[in-house]
């Protein structure tokens, strides 16, 4: 099925001139889908979560957990607020496709976010969008205007009995945000601290009440799915990880960019094919899959490995976010690693020890090595210090900090040796 | 000498807007933060005291909301602050040597701003623009993507006459490929 992706056509961001209009998303079959499910009789909440289930949507912010599997864990409705906090924070390195949606087709996510709502009875959904992103904040904001005007957001959608609220949020400049517990206290007005899991979000949430988080991606298939149903869904792309995917590809690559096509495409065809190769003819050193937390591949790893969650799992990393990073053979791996540890230094939340020292003594240990002064037993302190942060902390930060270490570490030793005096120590 | 900053009456308007979005008295600080922001240049220790009084908070939450958040300024900037990104996309595709020359030309270092008042620099993380590396942004505002010298002249050229760069639509890549 994947033969024909060269005739693919997007659906995430088809190719209609202005479709962030308002009247031409109408035109061409807008909230359609949303008037079927709020009107048909067929389509209780129930079923809408079902065909969501049965699709098999796996989540696009990173951890691919299934989106419909994650509503069902939503309790009856008491009466009382119910919230979507829709996770557009979009601050992992190498991730930049939700800002598509946002600019070439708001309404799409929008109206998946109320079918989400319609499935789970939300009563507002709050749009967390990253705080740098202020030109695309505000293009969702009059996105979310004109869907107020049109009677699609607010009391009474529809004439039906439904009502829901939709909320943009601007972020301020903290990579922990996108943690989904660390979004809902920088949402409550806090500083963005992740919580202590359990009890989860679909018990206590945003202001103390059920909530879920989904990622601007994950809602924006939700329309193809209630349109086409799941069995057409399931189609697309990987069989275990169906889908269209907005493909994030950056580095040294010949038309970097975003790309949409399903899942579980050969990473050479997107390297070499949609991308037009790498820099200069160079051969490829190493790639990042889906966004800085994700293992470093080597070049030599990626023959037959495709972007989907199992083919990835195999080779030795993960899907992520799809943000592909690829680094040519004149990378110095020490550099890139220096600067991914500095990343995860700033922006650990300095909550539990593990993380907020780890991250920190692996910058240090790092630049030790990288201005030619790291020994060869540093080597392994990188190793032994990523073992004492994984799993130890509240969320993964740590964990996504420590991974990039032990992989690059590992499956680039060679560059790593090079830079180290091969001190001996005497036993005295 | 101390500045009093106050709040107008449409700026208040504006904050009850605010509030109405969320269930509880906690929740605006952070778009509250960023109206104060827009409007004085920066969130320094009297501007927070403002945010805390009108939103009626103790000034110790404010304070820690607004030192959490690295986009917030704690304390006055340049009238254009230059975020260089220099995450490892970015990093890959030379963005330390673009942050170095906007160094040479402006005469100081990321972190520092200049002597009269108009720029600042830092060196920032991903901002969410992989894709078109290397890129900056000015003042928590525009992007201005696939960087080289001359368009970082051409850039700074109009920061100096106070114009801002226009925002750039990055077009689809499959959009302009596709057939018609």
Redesign the interface.
């Given at each position: 099925m994947l033969q024909d992706w060269k005739n693919y056509q997007p659906l995430l961001i088809p190719n209609i001139p202005n479709l962030h209009r308002m009247d031409v998303y109408e035109k061409n079959g807008g909230y359609e889908q949303l008037k079927k499910v709020l009107t048909d009789s067929e389509y209780s909440p129930e079923k809408v979560t079902n065909i969501v289930k049965d699709a098999n949507i796996r989540g696009r912010g990173g951890a691919g957990f299934s989106a419909g599997l994650k509503w069902s864990f939503m309790p009856k409705p008491d009466g009382g607020p119910r919230y979507i906090a829709a996770n557009g924070d979009e601050s992992e390195p190498g991730t930049f496709k939700d800002r598509q949606i946002f600019e070439y087709n708001p309404h799409l996510f929008i109206e998946g976010a109320i079918i989400a709502g319609y499935a789970m009875s939300i009563t507002a959904v709050y749009v967390y969008i990253r705080g740098e992103y202020r030109d695309w904040i505000n293009m969702m904001q009059k996105a979310v205007d004109d869907a107020y005007a049109k009677g699609y957001l607010g009391k009474n959608i529809l004439g039906t009995d439904f009502s829901i609220d939709m909320y943009v949020h601007s972020g301020a400049g903290a990579y922990i945000c996108g943690e989904e517990s660390s979004l809902m206290e920088s949402l409550e007005g806090k500083r963005g601290y992740p919580r202590v899991k359990p009890p989860f979000p679909a018990q206590k949430g945003l202001w103390g009440r059920p909530t879920t988080i989904n990622n601007i991606e994950t809602l924006a298939n939700v329309p193809l799915v209630i349109k086409n149903g799941s069995a057409w869904y399931k189609a697309i792309g990987a069989e275990t990880h169906p889908g269209p995917v907005l493909y994030g590809i950056s580095g040294h690559i010949n038309k970097p960019g975003i790309y949409e096509y399903p899942t579980g495409m050969l990473v050479s065809d997107l390297i070499n094919e949609v991308c037009g190769g790498v820099r200069g003819g160079k051969k490829v050193k190493a790639l990042i899959p889906g966004g800085s937390s994700t293992p470093p591949l080597r070049g030599d790893q990626l023959e037959g490995v495709r972007m989907d969650a199992d083919s990835l799992r195999t080779a030795g990393s993960m899907m992520g976010t799809a943000g592909m990073l690829i680094l040519d053979e004149d990378t110095d791996m020490v550099d890139f690693l220096w600067r991914v540890s500095l990343f995860y230094h700033h922006e650990s939340c300095g909550q539990c020890t593990p993380c907020r020292d780890g991250t920190g003594f692996l910058e240090k240990t790092l630049i030790k090595i990288k201005n030619g002064e790291g020994e060869m037993r540093d080597l392994d302190l990188l190793l032994d210090l990523c073992t004492q942060m994984e799993g130890r902390t509240i969320c993964a930060l740590a964990d996504a900090a420590a991974w990039p270490v032990r992989y690059t570490v590992t499956r680039f030793r060679e560059d790593f040796e090079k830079r180290v005096k091969n001190t001996v120590y005497a036993l005295a | 000498m101390s500045t009093t900053y106050t709040f107008s009456k449409e700026d208040l308007a504006e904050i009850e807007k605010i509030k109405a979005?969320?269930?509880?008295k906690?929740?605006?600080?952070?778009?509250v933060?960023?109206l104060a922001q827009d409007k004085f240049g920066h969130v320094n220790d009297d501007v927070q005291k403002l945010v805390a009084e009108t939103l009626d908070l103790p000034p110790a939450?404010v304070f820690?909301?607004a030192t959490?958040?690295?986009?917030?300024y704690k304390k006055e900037m340049g009238k254009f602050v230059i975020d260089v990104c220099?995450?490892?996309?970015c990093?890959?595709?030379g963005a330390y040597d673009i942050l170095h020359y906007i160094e040479d030309q402006l005469g100081i270092k990321a972190g520092e701003t200049t002597a009269d008042g108009k720029f600042s620099i830092q060196s920032v993380?991903?901002?969410?623009?992989?894709?078109?590396?290397p890129m900056l942004?000015i003042t928590?505002?525009?992007?201005c993507n696939h960087l080289t010298k001359e368009k970082v002249d051409v850039i700074l050229d109009k920061l100096k006459k106070d114009e801002m760069p226009a925002?750039e639509?990055?077009p689809?890549?499959?959009?302009t490929t596709?057939k018609s």
């Open positions: - | 979005k969320y269930p509880d906690k929740s605006p600080v952070m778009p933060l960023w939450h820690g909301v959490f958040y690295t986009q917030y220099t995450s490892f996309s990093q890959a595709c993380e991903c901002l969410g623009a992989c894709g078109y590396a942004q928590n505002g525009v992007y925002f639509r990055i689809f890549p499959q959009h596709a």
